[in-house]
């Protein structure tokens, strides 16, 4: 869903260093915004269900369930 013309993100890691990268990398970008960090793979799929984001960056390989496994199908 967008929201003030931008895509939202979700972002899933379970390395804060790598979500606040992710993050700080978006600040920059007026046209993306990061609506919600997770760091594992069950609270990607719940978290996506909810806010709907544009784009999902998932880790490869996280607590719970792998990245590929909590991608829409």
């Not at 929201?3 to 790598?18: K, P, Q, S, W, Y």
């Not at 793979?41 to 269900?49: F, M, N, Y």
């Not at 909810?50 to 909590?70: Q, R």
């Amino acid at each position: 869903m967008k929201a003030e013309g931008r895509c939202n993100i979700l972002i899933a890691d379970d390395h804060d260093v790598v979500l606040e990268g992710i993050r700080s990398a978006l600040q920059d970008r007026p046209d993306f915004r990061a609506a919600d960090t997770v760091t594992d793979g069950r609270a990607a799929v719940d978290r996506s269900r909810a806010l709907h984001p544009d784009i999902l960056v998932l880790d490869i390989s996280m607590p719970g369930m792998k990245g590929p496994d909590t991608a829409p199908g």
